[in-house]
């Protein structure tokens, strides 16, 4: 069973930064896709950002140019670096991780980012 610990939420004003991290509990984290999603209230779950193992990204249109995703595999965890934040960023953003061959996804609990005017 995979576990996936998030940490780093919380309120920063318009224009502010913040950094989420996420522990993942995995034998291999090199057989994962790992990343970030967020849901704001009443909005569909939505996509922020991904990482492979072989340093491929995918970003969300709204977050390209202010977010950036890292993972260090010492420490199997991943980094959602978050710059220049906006209102609409507000959002519980959720850790995951999909295995690449198994195709089995892994939520985390979801931390909140609340992002004031």
């Known amino acids: 069973q995979v576990q996936l610990w998030e940490s780093g939420g919380g309120e920063v004003q318009s224009g502010g930064s913040l950094r989420l991290s996420c522990a993942a509990e995995?034998?291999?984290?090199?057989?994962?896709?790992v990343g970030w999603y967020r849901q704001a209230t009443g909005k569909e779950r939505e996509l922020v950002a991904i990482t492979t193992d072989g340093g491929g990204t995918n970003y969300g249109d709204s977050v390209k140019g202010r977010f950036t995703i890292s993972r260090d595999h010492g420490k199997k965890t991943v980094y959602l670096q978050m710059n220049s934040l906006k209102v609409e960023d507000t959002a519980v953003y959720y850790c995951?991780?999909?295995?690449?061959?198994?195709?089995?996804?892994?939520w985390g609990q979801g931390t909140q980012v609340t992002v004031s005017s």
């Open positions: 995951y991780a999909m295995h690449i061959r198994e195709r089995e996804d892994f």
């Open positions: 995995v034998t291999i984290f090199s057989l994962y896709v």
